[in-house]
T-cell receptor
Framework: GESVGLHLPTLSVQEGDNSIINCAYSNSASDYFIWYKQESGKGPQFIIDIRSNMDKRQGQRVTVLLNKTVKHLSLQIAATQPGDSAVYFC?????????????FGKGTKLSVKP | NAGVTQTPKFRILKIGQSMTLQCTQDMNHNYMYWYRQDPGMGLKLIYYSVGAGITDKGEVPNGYNVSRSTTEDFPLRLELAAPSQTSVYFC?????????????FGDGTRLSIL
């Protein structure tokens, strides 16, 4: 199976509520994690990243939490807006990976209800 | 700043035909990547390049070829199109390979093989 996966394939939230999107990874050698947002017909757009030596990182309205003990990554979106509707992917990079490529999860579709 | 530009956006091919998917970036990134995204799935790495004149295989390279004659351009070639190559293809670039930097994506080429 894939190293990176998501607990929920779809998530529906009310506008203004906070959203939490979860991601599980199985490779403890991963040292870098990224969240991407993909709108319909577009390529993945970088949201936020976190290194394995950190537990939390905040951006504008978004927070990423990393729990290395249980190999869990989450993306929190504050005050979710209709423009946040998209598919969200987490990706991991293995430490020392010769390819430098990212391993992507299948994605969670976030729908925001007005 | 255009970022990563892919052409064409859509294409329909017949089985056995060949075509080249174009990708160019204006961020002076040394590292470039080609991914494919099948419906409901994450991205799979096809080929990547660490600089002009250097390319290497990713996870799913069979049926594809690449070249990197300049820093800016990284075309992907399909020599004998097969139905299994129906997918959305994304090109990406990044500042570093082994370092922890996000990859920046184009908006994709949607390819159907009939």
């Amino acid at each position: 199976g894939e190293s990176v996966g998501l607990h929920l394939p779809t998530l529906s939230v009310q506008e203004g509520d906070n959203s939490i999107i979860n991601c599980a990874y199985s490779n403890s050698a991963s040292d870098y994690f990224i969240w991407y947002k993909q709108e319909s017909g577009k390529g993945p757009q970088f949201i936020i990243d976190i290194r394995s030596n950190m537990d939390k990182r905040q951006g504008q309205r978004v927070t990423v939490l990393l729990n290395k003990t249980v190999k869990h990554l989450s993306l929190q979106i504050a005050a979710t807006q209709p423009g946040d509707s998209a598919v969200y992917f987490c990706a991991e990079k293995l430490y020392g990976g010769s390819q430098g490529n990212l391993i992507f999860g299948k994605g969670t579709k976030l729908s925001v209800k007005p | 700043n255009a970022g990563v530009t892919q052409t064409p956006k859509f294409r329909i091919l017949k089985i056995g035909q060949s075509m080249t998917l174009q990708c160019t970036q204006d961020m002076n990134h040394n590292y470039m990547y080609w991914y494919r995204q099948d419906p409901g799935m994450g991205l799979k790495l096809i080929y990547y390049s660490v600089g002009a004149g250097i390319t290497d295989k990713g996870e799913v390279p069979n049926g594809y070829n690449v070249s990197r004659s300049t820093t800016e351009d990284f075309p992907l070639r399909l020599e004998l199109a097969a139905p299994s190559q129906t997918s959305v293809y994304f090109c990406a670039s990044s500042y570093s390979l082994g370092g922890n930097q996000p990859q920046h994506f184009g908006d994709g080429t949607r390819l159907s093989i009939l």
